[in-house]
């Protein structure tokens, strides 16, 4: 049987089950609840400003579509290969931005939040900084950060390099050196890039179930290697392994990783050991000196494996506590939330 551990809980873009994404109220709950760190998603702004949202098209996160004057900013791109229409960070200023609210992006679902819609103005970087090290003042421990980059490949195309603009925003702030700052991607490359500019924090490699990183596609066309390569024993060793700017610190994968096959058929009140429901990415990953995040605990039936769904709609809670505590027992480092008093219950014993 696995070793239970203690993993950190990540409020993913704050306490998003309870207010919408990215906001300064998501991410003072997150803390408030008892989440080790917050995870933010940054993308960039026409000048440089590093914002907080979940994509740079932000139709669906802001009010944007609301304002007369942006109209004709709407428009169509292709973003690491899907063709999006709507309204895209990099093109507008901050100062333009900061005239924007929040909104929900999980409506349907998540309704309770989506009361909070057009409450909160945009974050940028440097603000989170602010929220972290009021909260850390607060429960007088160092709080975390685990800063995802998005889509760096497409922001460095059109002369935004990510890597870059998020330096300078850890030397403006003072944050260059801390402890508890992580930096994550699903492209490689930006991790590299920011380590030969001298970050030396914790590097996270994002992986997905399926479909190949963007700047792989970028270099190699249909020849890149998908992400499915990185997840076998030898893909694992060798991101762990090489020069330093060439290796990562950590994984962070989807949840469904981490379930076993027989998660699905087993009845699971009786199953003894609940290590048999978990796959072994988790003791490969360790061996290979990796450290493993997953994403995302979320209590909803939408966002649950079909044997823990309970009755309701999507959006009724299903048997979240049985499915956290089975992740968690996997032996994994790190959770991103979408409730963190939910993952801290579990994770506590409460």
């Known amino acids: 049987m696995r070793a239970h551990t203690a993993p950190v809980v990540i409020g993913h873009r704050g306490a998003s089950g309870y207010r919408p994404e990215h906001t300064s109220a998501a991410f003072e709950l997150a803390f408030a609840l008892g989440a080790d760190a917050v995870e933010p998603d940054l993308v960039a702004t026409k000048d440089g400003v590093l914002v907080l949202r979940h994509e740079n098209e932000i139709s669906g996160t802001t009010d944007v579509a609301a304002h007369p004057e942006f109209v004709d900013r709407r428009t169509t791109k292709e973003i690491d290969g899907v063709t999006l229409t709507g309204w895209f960070t990099e093109d507008f200023t901050w100062a333009e931005l900061s005239t924007l609210r929040a909104r929900e992006r999980l409506g349907a679902v998540r309704q309770a939040s989506s009361t909070f819609d057009g409450r909160y103005p945009l974050l940028r970087m440097r603000d989170l900084f602010d929220v972290v090290e009021r909260a850390s003042e607060d429960v007088a421990r160092l ?13 460095e195309s059109i002369g935004l390099p990510l890597d870059e603009l998020f330096s300078i925003e850890l030397a403006d702030a003072g944050w260059s050196d801390n402890p508890e700052l992580v930096v994550e991607s699903f492209e490689k490359t930006v991790l590299g890039q920011l380590h030969r500019r001298g970050f030396r924090g914790r590097r996270v490699y994002l992986l997905e179930e ?4 963007a700047d792989r596609v970028a270099s190699l066309g249909s020849a890149a290697p998908d992400y499915q390569s990185d997840l076998t024993e030898m893909g694992l060793y060798a991101l762990a392994s090489g020069l330093p700017a060439d290796r990562v610190d950590g994984i962070s994968v989807e949840t469904s990783l981490l379930l076993s096959q027989r998660t699905v058929s087993a009845a699971l009140d009786d199953v003894e050991d609940e290590a048999e429901l978990t796959s072994d990415l988790v003791d490969t990953a360790h061996a290979a000196g990796l450290g493993v995040y997953c994403w995302t605990l979320r209590p909803e039936n939408t966002f649950l494996r079909s044997e823990f ?29 979408d409730h963190p008093d939910l993952a801290v219950a579990v994770r506590d014993g409460h």
Not at 143 to 155: N, R, S, W
Not at 210 to 213: L, S, T, V
Not at 309 to 337: I, K, L, N, P, Q
């Open 143 to 155: 709080l975390g950060i685990v800063a995802e980059l998005k889509h760096a490949t497409y922001f």
């Open 210 to 213: 399926e479909g190949a990183p």
């Open 309 to 337: 769904r309970r009755e309701g709609g999507d959006d009724a809670w299903g048997d979240w506590a049985r499915m956290f505590a089975v992740v968690m027992r996997s032996g994994v480092d790190g959770v991103f939330a």
